[in-house]
C-alpha cells in the first residue's frame, strides 16, 4: 500500500520538477501503474477496514425475543 508521504512525494516530482512517469517509479521503487494511480486520485490513499460485525449477531433477535418477553430480565441471564 502507498504511504501518505510518497503519495506526495510522487505528485511533487512530476507537478513541481515535471519528471516522467517512469523516472519517479525509477527513483521511489514502485510501479509506473502505481505513480499513475497517485497522480490520478484526487485525496492521499487511506486504509479503510470492512466492518467485521458482532459476535452476538448471530444471537441477537433471540435475545430481542427474550427481552420482550421479559423487560425486567437482568443482563447476568
Known sequence: ???VEDWAEIR?????EGL???AIARVLGVSRNTV???LAS?????????PKGSIV???EPRIRELLQAFPTMPATV
Open 1 to 3: 500500500m502507498l504511504s
Open 12 to 16: 511533487r516530482l512530476h507537478r513541481a
Open 20 to 22: 516522467p512517469i517512469k
Open 36 to 38: 499513475r494511480a497517485a
Open 42 to 50: 484526487d485525496a492521499p490513499p487511506k486504509y479503510v477496514r470492512q
Open 57 to 59: 449477531d448471530a444471537v
